[in-house]
């Protein structure tokens, strides 16, 4: 199976790669946020490479299916606080990464609860806008 970022026309990018861009390292970065910029990214890689050796099946506690959805989650602490959601499922031969956004790690508000079910439509609106039209992707690399 192939690993693809999903391509939003609308906004000309791909909202995971987008997301992820912020884990580039820049050299005004000290060493400890250097180290836990590449510490998040080789973690997440690594439960996308996880995700691809399973054939894009969830298996938790790597993945899992989110509820009341028609999409897969890979969950990624940041820190303490706050844990990083990205969005995918399986479209025939490949493994499309819908949407990533960061939620809190235990969440008990309405307006939180609120604010994560608001990013998982935009999951599925995107899987719904993919199949729709299934060449709008760039490579996961």
Known sequence: METVYFYDQD????????YLKQYSINTKDKEAVVRRKQKILADIDA???HVQENQGRPTPPISKPLHGYSCFEILNP???KTVIRILYFRYREKIVLLHAFEKPAN???DKEKKMVDRQNKIGEKYL???KLNPTNYEKYQ
């Open 128 to 130: 719904n806008i993919f």
């Open 107 to 109: 969440y008990r508000t």
């Open 11 to 18: 906004s000309k990018s791909c909202p995971v790669k987008k």
């Open 78 to 80: 940041k820190d303490a």
């Open 47 to 49: 439960k996308i490479q």
